[in-house]
């Protein structure tokens, strides 16, 4: 099966699969205590310019939020989301059921936040009755597609710091705003003033697991408790780290962000001139939001398995990967057209 479902969906680039091999010979201390895990948190701070770094390897995306929430937050305090933010909506409560925390989600137009929109929730600090505002959090790239440019970061964490509040950054898709902005990491994180960030790479090549990057020293001391607690502490550590040292060391991270950011493009140039579709979002990662009649999308779903997005107006997402083809795409868009011009 080819689909446009989710990058989850793709397999594992080979070269992870080879570093995956290499590192399952002999034995290793469990826990991370191991050289591969040494080695690929050397990776990320030379990647960050900051020897002085402390990443932890988690399973999922979802682990890697709630362990890197639970660094900046006791239960009393409130975080500020999108509305369409994954913490929000597809992790089934976890960040509020595992912080204590409130989430207060903010409506987007196109999955942003931005200093306007934050401003009007940012109340009622030191009132007993109110949840404390603590952490704005921000997806990277958002849900709906888009990327954070370096200064709406910025400008977001000079706002809640202002406030006494941390910037938190989903960056399970980070890779692909490198790649579109043209920026390092590092000029999209740290200088930006990024409190803590996560850094994905299970939609991005490997076969699992996420890094949680603190750069901020109090938001480090306790995440090998909290990673613990949330039951993302592998044994056999060296695993999910050995990805990650040809994934950063090679470039992989972006290079398959480049890949699927490409991908995403040439998807919306094919389907972009299809009678009656209605492109929702600016394509500036790997996926593309549209609109067409609900027969022709019941039709394309009877080949192609992708997701609904708003089933209020028939608006779908298409994902585009590392291994997506351009076969992928030129057979996708042309039966497309077929079931248009069938309509």
């Known amino acids: 099966m080819r689909s446009f479902g989710s990058d989850n969906n793709s397999g594992v680039h080979p070269r992870i699969l080879q570093a995956l091999a290499e590192a399952n010979r002999d034995h290793a201390i469990a826990y991370g205590d191991d050289l591969w895990t040494q080695e690929a948190q050397k990776a990320i701070c030379r990647l960050l310019e900051d020897g002085e770094l402390r ?23 409130a975080v500020l989301c999108a509305s369409t933010a994954h ?19 903010i409506a987007t137009p196109d999955g942003k936040l931005t200093p306007e929109l934050v401003r009007p929730h940012l109340h009622g600090f030191g009132f007993e009755h109110h949840s404390q505002p603590k952490v704005i959090a921000i997806s990277q790239t958002t849900e ?32 692909n705003a490198c790649a579109y902005l043209n920026v390092s990491l ?3 994180t740290v200088d930006c003033g990024v409190d803590i960030f996560t850094l994905g790479g299970t939609k991005n090549g490997l076969m699992f697991g996420e890094a949680v990057v603190p750069l901020r020293k109090e938001l480090s001391g306790n995440m090998k408790y909290y990673r613990k607690q949330t039951t993302q502490l592998y044994s056999k550590m060296r695993f999910i780290s050995a990805q990650f040292i040809p994934y950063i060391n090679e470039h992989l991270w972006l290079e398959n962000a480049r890949k699927s950011n490409a991908a995403a493009k040439l998807l919306w140039k094919e389907i972009r001139s299809v009678k009656g579709v ?66």
């Open 87 to 105: 913490i929000a909506v597809d992790e089934c409560g976890a960040p509020g059921k595992l912080t204590g925390a409130s989430l207060k989600e």
């Open 278 to 343: 209605e492109i929702t979002q600016p394509v500036e990662s790997n996926a593309l939001f549209f609109i067409l009649p609900k027969e022709i999308t019941d039709k394309l779903r009877e080949r192609y398995f992708f997701y609904d997005w708003d089933e209020s107006r028939n608006e779908k997402r298409l994902v585009c990967s590392w291994d997506t083809t351009e076969d992928d795409i030129r057979n996708f868009t042309g039966y497309l057209k077929s079931l248009v011009a069938e309509d």
């Open 144 to 175: 709906l597609g888009t990327c954070y440019t370096p200064g709406e970061v910025k400008a977001l964490a000079e706002l809640a710091h202002a406030h006494n509040m941390f910037l938190f950054v989903d960056g399970t898709r980070i890779a």
């Open 186 to 188: 590092k000029e999209i």
């Open 55 to 77: 990443p932890s390897f988690l399973f999922n995306g979802t682990g890697a939020n709630v362990v890197a929430l639970q660094a900046c937050l006791h239960p009393f305090h």
